[in-house]
């Protein structure tokens, strides 16, 4: 079957930086999303990634190795706005998105 | 940028009721639209893909009879829950796309439309 996973919930500081790993086995792989979502809302997208390496977007950027089915977003320089979730999405052969559960990233002052 | 608008944005019905959901595309021409629905806490399950003007694609275990939808214009779609039961209280959402399913094309998603049956 087709998996995404990643951590349940998060806690970090205000000012500090964290990074949030996916995981994901997909049957075929065109290119992995990461998207926000604040509670009650609709998600919105942060970054794409189809080719391993590094994309950088601000305080944002996203890392991605397909040998090892794995990405991870990492978040700098936090802010109180950013507690949000944080959802993994990997497009699989058939160009479907498959949706990680998400993690709750929890911003402490 | 794209934007989609989605209402209502909540609603609140008796069982045995239908509701309607509506999702329209504002500034551009969504060839393909998609209905999620997500539970507290879980991620967002596809329930079926809609091309403009053909019979919607339903995930398996999707009722299709009782998730109607229609897209009937290149900025509109809408899903109607028919006969509502409290087991069908979630957050509908609804995402747009101008540019087809392949490639790096990015969802834009509307605001969500949460349904409580009574």
């Known amino acids: 079957g087709q998996n995404i996973d990643q951590p349940t919930e998060m806690t970090a500081t205000e000012g500090a930086i964290v990074q949030i790993n996916c995981t994901y086995q997909t049957s075929g792989f065109n290119g992995l999303f990461w998207y926000q979502q604040h509670a009650g809302e609709a998600p919105t997208f942060l970054s794409y990634?189809?080719l391993d390496g590094l994309e950088e977007k601000g305080r944002f950027s996203s890392f991605l190795s397909r040998s090892k089915g794995y990405s991870y977003l990492l978040l700098k320089e936090l802010q109180m706005k950013d507690s949000a979730s944080y959802l993994c999405a990997v497009k699989d052969s058939n160009y479907q998105l498959i949706w990680g559960a998400g993690t709750k990233l929890i911003i402490k002052p | 940028g794209a934007v989609v608008s989605q209402h209502p944005s909540w609603v609140i019905c008796k069982s045995g009721t239908s509701v309607k959901i509506e999702c329209r595309s504002l500034?551009?021409?969504?060839?393909?639209m998609f209905w999620y629905r997500q539970f507290p806490k879980q991620s967002l399950m596809l329930m079926a893909t809609?091309?403009?003007?053909?019979?919607?694609?339903?995930e398996q275990g999707v009722e299709k009879d009782k998730f109607l939808i229609n897209h009937a214009s290149l900025t509109l779609s809408t899903l109607t829950v028919t006969s509502a039961h409290p087991e069908d209280s979630s957050f509908y959402i609804c995402?747009?796309?101008?540019?087809?399913?392949?490639?790096?094309?990015?969802?834009?998603f509307g605001a969500g439309s949460r349904l409580t049956v009574l």
């Open positions: 990634n189809v």
């Open positions: 500034d551009f021409q969504a060839t393909t």
């Open positions: 809609s091309n403009e003007g053909s019979k919607a694609t339903y």
């Open positions: 995402s747009a796309t101008d540019r087809g399913i392949s490639g790096a094309n990015v969802l834009t």
